[in-house]
Each structure stands twice: as C-alpha cells, then as structure tokens.
C-alpha cells in the first residue's frame, strides 16, 4: 500500500493549493501524511492482527488527531459508540488498498471492503466506492489490462470512465464524494505511463488531491510497482510506528496474500 501512501503524500500540499499541471516537484519538503494514510494503517493492522475495522480507526485516531480528518469522522472518532453516518464521502476509498492487496479473489475483495467502509461510509455510495478501488487493486495484480479494469469498473460499479483526464479537468472541482473523486482517480490511472506519471496525472486534476492520489497510487502500485527511490522518500516522511505497520504488512500480506 505504499503507492497509496505516496499519493496522499505527495498530494497533501495541493489539497487546498490545487496545482492544475503535472510539473511540480514529486515531493515538496513540506509534504506530509494525512488521515489517508492513517487510516490505511489502521485497516492494515487490522487484516495483518485480526479485531474491529472501527475500534482500530478509533485507536490510529487517537494517535494521530491532528492528521486532517473530516469533521463528521472525528465527531465519529471521539464516541466510542457512535454508529455509522451513511457517508458517501471518499474516505472509504482512500483507505482501502491494504484490502485489495491481502486477498486473491473478488468475492473476498468486494466482501471486505464493504466491512472496512460500513463502520463510518455506510451509504451505497461510499460502499461502493470502496469496492471498485479494492477491486481495482485487486484486477490489476492479477495482471488484467486497463481495458479490462476500465470495462469491469464501468460494468460492475456503474462508473462512468468515459471522459478524459483533459475533459475532467476543465470543470473539475473540490469533491469529496466517492462518486466525485472514485471515478477521476481511476482515470487517472488509465492514461498513465508509468507510477510516477500516474500520481501526476491524480494531482493535476485539482480538487481533493491528496485522496485522489492516494486511490490513484493505491491502483498504479498494483499495474506498475513503485520505484525504489520513490518508495525510499515516502518512507522518510513516516513516523516509525506508521512505517513499522507498512512493512510488516507487505511482509506478512503481500507475500502470503489469502
């Protein structure tokens, strides 16, 4: 889930400075993680240790309060035993990609990810849109071709993925749905060239770009791996106990996927 990871790092310093080109610096010094990555930590512990997707969420929270949650989610964070708001918001698909990694088949996938969204995301909108990125994932380790991805991510989840990153752009604004952000990050993806080219195409959208380019780099990680060098500057902008979550799932999920 590094490619992930980078994503919303990369992306945290254009949030709310939308940078609507892809020549920008990879990684600004001011670059930072945000409640993206957190909150894949926590799903990540999760998968790797067993418990309750929310009880963890509520934990990393606590951990980090500060990383820019949304309001409706800290509210949500801070009462042990507040129950989901039927959010559609793009927080379940910008926490997903440790799900698409640690399974092998779609069934497992699509159940998961529903799991991890409903204690919060628990509208139609923000399920599925946690599904279609784990399934993303999920198709483009196994190898299918982005036409492939694009036809099952049309036909299965209703996404329209028609327009151009260039078409997207013109109108694009600050969304934070997951029917606003889901099918863009996707995009973004399909008319990359490589990993790099595609967190630069999720960042020149403008918008909520730190999310966008997390769904983005979660999905490009998969088709594309991340180079070395790339993986080696997120992980410097890590606090240990986040990095130390990262690693040990790729060593005890990626590599032993169930």
């Known amino acids: 889930m590094i490619g992930a990871i980078t994503g919303d790092i990369v992306g945290s310093v254009y949030e709310f400075d939308n940078h609507r080109d892809k020549r920008f610096p990879l990684f600004r010094e001011d670059a930072f993680f945000t409640d993206d990555t957190v909150l894949s930590v926590a799903l990540a512990e999760t998968l790797m240790h067993g418990g309750d997707y929310g009880e963890a969420m509520r934990r990393w929270y606590r951990r980090y309060p500060d990383a820019s949650y ?3 989610f800290r509210q949500w964070a801070r009462t042990d035993d507040a129950g989901p708001y039927y959010s ?5 698909a910008m926490r997903v990609s440790p799900i698409g990694y640690a399974f092998d088949d779609l069934e497992s996938v699509l159940d998961k990810a529903a799991a991890s969204a409903a204690p919060t995301h628990d509208h139609p909108e923000g399920i599925k849109g946690a599904q279609a990125v784990a399934a993303a994932i999920l198709w483009a380790r196994q190898g299918q071709d982005k036409d492939t991805i694009r036809r099952e991510c049309e ?3 209703g996404y329209d993925l028609a327009p151009s990153l260039a078409d997207i752009r013109a109108d694009y604004d600050f969304d934070v749905s997951c029917q606003g952000t889901v099918p863009p990050a996707i995009t973004a993806f399909l008319e990359a060239e490589d990993f790099e080219d595609a967190i630069r195409n999720a960042i020149s959208l403008g918008g909520d770009s730190d999310t966008l380019a997390c769904i983005t780099g979660g999905i ?4 594309y791996g991340v180079p070395p060098e790339i993986e080696a500057e997120a992980f410097k902008r890590l606090d240990p106990p986040l990095a130390d979550v990262v690693a040990a799932f790729r060593q005890r999920v990626m590599t032993e996927a169930r």
Do not use: L
């Open 155 to 157: 036909t299965r989840f």
């Open 88 to 92: 559609w918001g793009n927080g379940s």
């Open 70 to 72: 949304g309001g409706m």
């Open 220 to 223: 490009a990680e998969a088709f």
